[in-house]
């Protein structure tokens, strides 16, 4: 069990995660990760984060978002984790198939696998766990 | 020429031929998608048909601001219009292909290139 090193509580609206990911993305810059990886976890905490306010706690004002990341030089592990009932990822559809493309929505978790190395959900799919190492 | 702007996204738009050009500069990330969808529909409002998207200077985009370029296309489209990109830098290019996006846009190397294939097919037609 990795001890993760900062928890964030942010608010359900979609500018309150701003100045919380900047640190974490501050952080990952100091620990001297490539272009590539920053740019890969902006995407994937960007996805999470917006996953949780709007799908999970579905812009509810009274419920909160919480953000836990620890940034070591090998490796940043994110934790994000809503109020709302969960969802189960393996039921998503694939925003890649052609009879998709021309969806707006439905890209979140699709890109967060993508990007991350590794993406995690509890049972009750209200909460996502990502890795990414350092390249 | 418009401009709009937050603290992280900024557009500029110029008319060259019978385009508008959008130059995107920033990050198009969740909390910008809003202002750059504002943009979009400011400029489908009016009657041009050829929207450009310069986005040589757009460092980050996220699945929302996927979304409302997905959106553009599509009531362009369905008015007979067209939406071009051009000068993805190549961590955006690659989200593209990641999403297949490249499969929906139609996708220029450099404004340049897209802007001389409009005056081809203008030429042609």
């Known amino acids: 069990m990795v001890a993760l090193a900062r928890t964030v509580v942010i608010p359900s609206k979609l500018g309150a995660a701003r100045e919380a990911e900047n640190e974490l993305l501050e952080e990952v810059a100091r620990c001297g990760y490539s272009e590539t990886c920053l740019f890969a976890i902006k995407l994937a905490v960007e996805e999470a984060v917006n996953n949780a306010i709007k799908h999970g706690n579905k812009l509810d004002p009274r419920k909160t978002v919480s953000l836990t990341y620890d940034v070591s030089p090998e490796r940043t592990v994110i934790v994000v984790t809503d109020e709302g009932e969960g969802f189960d990822p393996r039921c998503l ?29 509890n049972d009750k799919g209200n909460q996502v766990r990502m890795t990414k190492r350092r390249r | 020429m418009s401009t709009g702007s937050d603290d992280q996204l900024s557009t500029r738009v110029e008319h060259v031929g019978g385009a508008a050009v959008v130059r995107l500069r920033g990050s198009a990330g969740m909390r910008e998608a809003d202002l750059l969808g504002r943009e979009l529909d400011q400029l489908m409002a009016r009657p041009g048909k050829l929207l450009l998207l310069d986005m040589t200077e757009l460092e980050f985009i996220c699945s929302a601001g996927l979304g409302v370029l997905i959106r553009a296309r599509g009531e362009l489209r369905a008015r007979g219009g067209r939406m071009m990109l051009a000068g993805l830098r190549p961590l955006v290019a690659r989200l593209l292909e990641t999403t297949r996006l490249t499969r929906l846009f139609e996708i220029y190397p450099t404004v340049d290139a897209a802007l001389e294939r409009l005056e081809q097919a203008g030429a042609d037609d």
């Open chain 1, 93 to 121: 559809a694939d925003p890649t198939a052609d009879e998709n493309l021309e969806k707006p929505t439905g890209r979140g978790v699709m890109l967060m696998r993508a990007y991350m190395d590794e993406v995690s959900f």
